[in-house]
C-alpha cells in the first residue's frame, strides 16, 4: 500500500492507494495504514490529489479514479457506481465517497 497527503479546506487528507486503484481516503489526524510507503508520485495518488484540488476549488463535479474495492462492505461496493462518482450524486446532493 501506498499514501499521500494532499490539503484541502477540511485539512490534510491522507490518500490510500494499491496497485488497484485508490483504497481510502482519511480525514486530518489520522495515520497512513500501518506498513503503506509514502509515494506522493504514485499516478493513482497524484491523480487523486489533483482531482480533489480540482473539487474544492469548484472546478470538477466527478471523480475519474480506479477503486479497490476489496475491503469494501457490500454497501460500499453498491455506492461505488458511476452514477455516485459524481460529488453531487444523482439527487443533486453532495457527497464524497471513500472506502474504508
Same mark, same amino acid.
Given at each position: ?6 490539503a @484541502?479546506?477540511v ?7 494499491t496497485d ?5 481516503v ?16 504514485d ?11 480540482a ?6 463535479t466527478?471523480f ?16 461505488a457506481?458511476p452514477? @455516485?462518482?459524481?460529488? @453531487? ?7 464524497i465517497?471513500?472506502?474504508?
Amino acid at each position: 500500500m501506498r499514501f499521500a497527503r494532499v490539503a @484541502s479546506p477540511v485539512g490534510d487528507l491522507t490518500l490510500v492507494a494499491t496497485d488497484v486503484g485508490l483504497r481510502e481516503v482519511r480525514w486530518p489526524g489520522e495515520d497512513p495504514p500501518q506498513g503503506a510507503v509514502d509515494a506522493p508520485d504514485d499516478p493513482v495518488l497524484a491523480a487523486a490529489a489533483d482531482q480533489l484540488r480540482a473539487w474544492f476549488a469548484g472546478e470538477r463535479t466527478a471523480f475519474d479514479l480506479p477503486l479497490d474495492l476489496a475491503a469494501a462492505t457490500a454497501f460500499q461496493r453498491r455506492a461505488a457506481t458511476p452514477c @455516485s462518482r459524481s460529488v @453531487s450524486g444523482c439527487g443533486g446532493t453532495p457527497i464524497i465517497f471513500a472506502v474504508r
